[in-house]
């Protein structure tokens, strides 16, 4: 028996609106996040990535429409915290430059009502034991940024906020810090993610929420987005030596118009069709016999995904 | 209450770390041996002990430098947070907004508490070691006292000036604004016109209210009056007592200057969007 889904909800989006000073950074957002699922939001700067965030933390409240975290409003709640663990990572987050690196995640874990031992544990973690005696001031901003998760994985939280989270980091140092992330998603800690790096993020998210000028272009899975969008599919036939030329015209004269050849060269060329038609082209490849020796088959990226859902909305 | 006090100790702790607070140790406690070395000069044939020349000296100059050591602590509170983006990380953590003022408050107040006390205090122990008498040391602790009621006013002050203005160097100038007002022009418009009006208008009673309303006349008069041997050295004898000025209420008048600006800058942040 699944539970109501009103319970499941982490979070709830109503109708949003957020307006700064005239400016409407967000607009008409709906969406409920359920227990678990690790949400990552794809969109240009000023997109409104962060406002959404600053929201669900409390920090701001909606110009209209109605936030619920954990079902109660952030914005009238002691920051969203009634005992809940809640870890933020701002964009380019700042930190009280005269405490050491120590002293400050210290302070924010007896905020937390984390232990002393857990500091340590997490400043191993990012690896900043070495560097925690020293002053924030005199950190670089990997350091600050390695600092900054530290503090948002303070008392396991199960709920997770990570603005940009991997800029400043080293390539081993992102592969760790997602390690870190899927640790606690095995516990069942929702996350919400924003991020630039697509290819980082694409295999991880159990939905995607494109934003663009503060809407909602798109939201779903991986598979759900492919489903939205009209892009065509990639296909890339082998086959024998010299036999291309051949076998590209042989199959030309069943397909359909909505179907291009493309890159013929000697051993291999490329299809690019529709949805609706990938199945009979494939079966049409499949009755081509022996000359035919591999196929792949190339569904569109995320980050064609995104730009085709910004190019799309440009009304 | 622990999450005030774990922001209170931040607080005391970034003082620490700036040297901010032996500074001002250093400071204070300078000018109160420099004061009780010079104060029994002027006193000539009257008798009068040496700490209450000192509380005389003492308390005319805190009146200045208390008020801008406080504002020097607190202009800077809120609104460099919200510069710097460490009040946004803050309030996602468990603390309500009223617990960051009270905690920042909390920390500033025994920032001065311990420069007052150990600058003045420091002083006069220094001075009993070198043969100085400890008559009239209530009057001495009644002032360490109300410099640090005066200094909170001003921290209260400061964060109000802190929450309203957008810009850290806005607030900078203001406090500087703020300190002339209450410390310089204040009592300059106020005696101008009690020298203009000869008399006329001006009742005794209004003067004594406008006097009683500024938390550093209420300072003043609180420590030049209290005590029998100041007021006499002083020359203002009876004063207070004549204008229905007691010390409660010398006092409360400056604790609501405390508290009415603290309600005032947790109303603003409360509505506040970072």
């Known amino acids: ?315 | 209450m622990k999450m005030v006090w774990v922001l209170a100790l931040k607080e005391l702790r970034d003082g620490l770390r700036n040297r901010w607070i032996g500074a001002a140790i250093l400071l204070l406690g300078t000018l109160a041996i420099a004061l009780s070395l010079l104060g029994s000069a002027p006193t000539g044939s009257v008798r009068a002990s040496d700490l209450d020349i000192t509380v005389i000296s003492l308390s005319s100059l805190s009146v200045y430098l208390i008020p801008l050591i406080a504002l020097m602590l607190s202009f800077d509170a809120l609104v460099g947070e919200f510069e710097r983006g460490t009040m946004m990380l803050l309030l996602t953590y468990p603390v309500t907004r009223w617990q960051v003022i009270m905690g920042k408050f909390l920390g500033h107040v025994l920032i001065l508490f311990i420069a007052i006390f150990a600058g003045y205090g420091g002083a006069i122990l220094i001075m009993t070691m070198l043969g100085g008498s400890l008559a009239g040391w209530q009057a001495y602790l009644v002032m360490m006292m109300s410099s640090l009621l005066l200094g909170s006013v001003f921290i209260a002050l400061g964060y109000l000036l802190s929450v309203l203005v957008k810009e850290r160097a806005t607030a900078a100038g203001s406090a500087i604004g703020l300190w002339l007002v209450f410390v310089v022009l204040y009592d300059l418009v106020l005696f101008g016109a009690l020298l203009l009006d000869e008399g006329q208008k001006l009742s005794q009673q209004l003067f004594a209210t406008l006097m009683l309303i500024s938390p550093t006349d209420s300072y003043r008069i609180l420590n030049l009056s209290l005590f029998d041997g100041v007021s006499d050295a002083a020359g203002i004898a009876g004063i207070a007592s004549e204008a229905g000025m007691s010390s409660s209420l010398l006092s409360g008048v400056m604790l609501l200057w405390v508290i009415v600006p603290l309600v005032a800058t947790l109303f603003v942040f409360q509505r506040r969007e970072l």
């Open chain 1, 1 to 315: 028996m699944s539970k109501p889904a009103i319970e499941t909800n982490v979070i709830a989006l109503q109708e949003v609106n957020k307006t700064y000073a005239n400016v409407k950074v967000l607009r008409d957002i709906n969406f409920n996040v359920q227990s678990g699922e690790c949400i990552v939001l794809v969109g240009h700067n000023g997109a409104g990535k962060t406002s959404l965030m600053k929201l669900m933390l409390g920090l701001t409240k909606p110009t209209s429409g109605d936030v619920q975290v954990l079902g109660k409003n952030p914005a009238f709640s002691a920051s969203v915290a009634q005992g809940l663990a809640l870890g933020y990572l701002p964009e380019s987050v700042a930190f009280y430059e005269a405490m050491t690196g120590r002293e400050v995640l210290s302070f924010y874990a007896q905020l937390k009502g984390a232990g002393k031992a857990e500091c340590e544990k997490l400043l191993d973690l990012v690896g900043l034991g070495d560097a925690a005696k020293r002053r924030v001031g005199t950190y670089s901003k990997g350091m600050r940024q390695r600092l900054g998760l530290a503090q948002a994985m303070l008392g396991n939280p199960q709920l997770l906020f990570l603005d940009e989270p991997t800029t400043g980091l080293d390539p081993i140092l992102r592969q760790h810090f997602y390690e870190l992330i899927d640790e606690l998603q095995k516990d069942g800690a929702t996350s919400i993610i924003s991020s630039h790096s697509l290819h980082e993020v694409e295999g991880r998210a159990s939905r995607f929420i494109i934003l663009k000028s503060g809407k909602m272009v798109a939201m779903g899975s991986l598979d759900e987005l492919y489903q939205q969008a009209t892009l065509p599919v990639k296909l890339k036939v082998s086959v024998s030596e010299g036999q291309a030329a051949r076998v590209a015209e042989r199959l030309d004269m069943h397909l359909n118009s909505g179907v291009n050849i493309m890159h013929v060269n000697n051993k291999s060329f490329h299809l690019e069709c529709f949805k609706d038609e990938k199945m009979p082209l494939i079966r049409h490849i499949s009755n081509l016999g022996e000359d035919v020796q591999d196929m792949q088959i190339m569904p569109p990226r995320l980050d064609e995904l995104y730009s085709h859902f910004m190019s799309e909305e440009r009304s």
